[in-house]
């Protein structure tokens, strides 16, 4: 038998502890990383085609617009990196000659993201407000290719500044403004210029996603819309499906209730009604990739509206956690416990 000092004795359950706290506080560091696609939502890329690209590939504006919420208690600059902003070389999908031109404009200060314009699904109108605070265009670049480029550095008070909410606002808008390639990329948004470092209690939301299905049969993807205290129901739209499988919604009240999908270069949508419930908090919209008849370079578009026809907010990391439907954790526990008593019936026997 090992014998331990009293002190040895004493740092066993401290270094357990210790080891304990380092993995919670991994986890959670981790869950609150800030890639954009988010971890959770398992999706490879965004994609924004050359403003010549065809429909129907799956890009139904050549625009995509994102925001990002950085808290008020940041203080020092933070920086908005980009992963193969360039279009040619790796990732990218390219017909023809290598011809696209990508823009990606950071903006700031007042009506970034308050101006109405700036929240809506296409680009029209003054979409492009608030002010800018930095812009590049790229074309082929072996520079950028598989590889990072940092916009910044930005202070926090660069953003519009929202009071209610604590936080300030900066909007990316990136657009194909040249050729008919399509441009996948990613972003992350992050406190230190040379590495992907988290700002904590930020977040990133749009208002319409466009990007690239994985390409592994029975992929499942995931957007978190926020469901807020006074929506009653939700109509969900997504653009060139492909027939590339089903989505479902998971929430507190929904097991997976199939949507209408759309095809080949078109918008189908249907409406689904919201609990009380399933207010103030996420809805898990899962996109289940075919098993049998996986579509290979599949690229969707994706929004949604309240009952109002006001568009809804996809949040990078779901508010109010990752949705489950109320039985799940009810029907695990009985599995678990049938488990268990069968394990006790063998071992009795
Ligand atoms: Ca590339
Ligand atoms: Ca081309
Ligand atoms: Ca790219
Ligand atoms: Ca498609």
């Not at 992963?83 to 000659?97: A, K, N, R, V």
């Not at 990739?289 to 990078?316: H, R, V, W």
Request: proline content about 5%; overall charge negative; hydrophobic content about 30%.
């Amino acid at each position: 038998m090992i014998k331990y000092t009293p002190t040895e004795f004493l740092k066993k359950p401290i270094l357990v502890l210790v080891l304990f706290l380092s993995i919670v506080s991994f986890s959670f560091l981790s869950s609150f990383a800030q890639p954009v696609p988010a971890e959770d939502e398992n999706i490879p890329f965004l994609v924004t085609f050359g403003n010549a690209g065809l429909k129907s590939w799956g890009d139904d504006d050549f625009c995509q617009i994102y925001f990002l919420s950085v808290p008020m208690t940041q203080k020092t600059p933070i920086y908005i990196r980009v992963y193969d902003p360039d279009c040619g070389g790796q990732f990218d999908e390219m017909y023809g000659s290598d011809d696209t031109k990508t823009k990606f404009s950071i903006y700031g200060g007042i009506g970034a993201w308050s101006d109405k314009d700036a929240q809506k699904t296409d680009p029209i109108g003054n979409f492009k407000s608030g002010t800018i605070l930095d812009s590049k265009t790229f074309g082929v670049d072996a520079k950028y290719d598989n590889n990072w480029y940092t916009f910044g550095p930005f202070n926090p008070s660069d953003g519009e500044k929202m009071n209610d909410f604590g936080v300030y606002y900066f909007k990316i808008i990136t657009q194909g403004i040249q050729g008919d390639d399509g441009n996948l990329y990613r972003y992350y948004f992050s406190s230190s210029a040379d590495e992907n470092k988290r700002i904590e209690g930020s977040n990133a939301f749009t208002y319409e996603y466009t990007f690239r299905m994985p390409d592994k049969p029975g992929s499942v993807c995931h957007l978190y819309p926020y469901m807020t205290e006074n929506v009653i129901s939700i109509q969900q739209y997504n653009f060139d499906w492909d027939a590339d499988g089903q989505m479902r919604i998971v929430s507190y009240e929904k097991k997976g209730e199939l949507a209408t999908l759309s095809n080949e270069n078109d918008w189908k949508n249907s409406k689904h009604l919201i609990a009380k419930t399933e207010q103030k908090s996420s809805l898990d919209f899962q996109f289940v990739k075919s098993k049998t008849d996986a579509k290979p370079n599949n690229n969707i578009c994706f929004y949604m509206t309240n009952q109002f026809g006001e568009f809804l907010q996809f949040n990078a990391i779901p508010i109010g956690g990752v949705p489950k439907y109320k039985y799940d954790g009810l029907i695990n526990q009985m599995q678990q416990s049938e488990k268990f008593n069968n394990i006790k019936k063998s071992n009795s026997k």
